[in-house]
């Protein structure tokens, strides 16, 4: 099946810094690719999304280019703030022709003032 | 997107009783999923449930410890059993919609503590 690595956290930046989330994926085909924001205390929420090589998912200042060469999906935004202060996972579906999604283990950003 | 609420949002309860989360859609979907979010852990899938059809579980997770409901397509339980406190976690349904496959939407999630 597909599976899917991202960087560690905690990721500490103060706020307008530049944010780089990294994810790589290994994958049968061109899943979609998605980024989910889980905010403290709360459920996740879908944040963006990719559906084809080269696509870029976009929302609420976030980016993410779905690269087939480097097989990556790296989550950026150019100024945090902080109310970005989340857990950001990435997540794509585990296998051909399957609804079923698989997480990445989380990435816990702190945007300080 | 479609709109998901989950009752209780919270709870703590006491070891070997059993607590049932329920899960309301506010549109008819084909499918919903159970997760799990053990405190700074990842998602791990529970069971997929389809309306009219038994619950198909995930590996390390059966029917007896966590039976799930489906009785229409914009409704469903999940009760976990005979509680431990490795139980505690949060509980968290997702749906997918027809019309956006592969695109999983999030209920707020249950958060357990057993003491």
């Known amino acids: 099946g597909n599976s899917v690595t991202q960087m560690e956290g905690p990721v500490t930046l103060s706020e307008e810094a530049f944010l780089t989330i990294n994810c790589t994926y290994t994958?049968?085909?061109?899943?979609?690719l998605f980024w989910y924001v889980q905010y403290p205390g709360e459920g996740l929420q879908l944040l963006l999304k990719a559906t084809k090589a080269d696509d870029k998912g976009s929302n609420k200042g976030f980016e993410a280019t779905y690269r087939k060469e480097t097989t990556s999906f790296h989550l950026e935004k150019g100024s945090v703030q902080v109310s970005d202060s989340a857990v950001y996972f990435c997540a794509l579906p585990r296998s051909y022709n399957t609804d079923k999604l698989i997480f990445g283990t989380g990435t816990r950003l702190q945007v300080f003032p | 997107s479609a709109v998901i609420s989950q009752k209780p949002s919270r709870d703590i309860c006491q070891r070997g009783t059993s607590l049932t989360i329920q899960c309301q859609v506010d549109s008819q979907v084909t499918m919903m999923f159970w997760y799990r979010q053990q405190p700074g852990q990842s998602l791990t899938l529970i069971a997929t449930?389809?309306?009219?059809?038994?619950?198909?579980?995930e590996s390390g997770f059966v029917i007896d410890k966590f039976p799930i409901s489906r009785p229409n397509l914009t409704f469903s339980t999940l009760t976990v059993s005979n509680m431990s406190p490795e139980d505690s976690s949060i509980y968290l349904c997702?749906?997918?919609?027809?019309?956006?496959?592969?695109?999983?939407?999030f209920g707020p999630g249950t958060r357990l503590l057993v003491l």
């Open positions: 449930a389809n309306q009219g059809s038994e619950a198909t579980y």
């Open positions: 997702s749906v997918d919609r027809t019309a956006e496959q592969e695109t999983q939407y």
């Open positions: 994958a049968t085909g061109y899943p979609s």
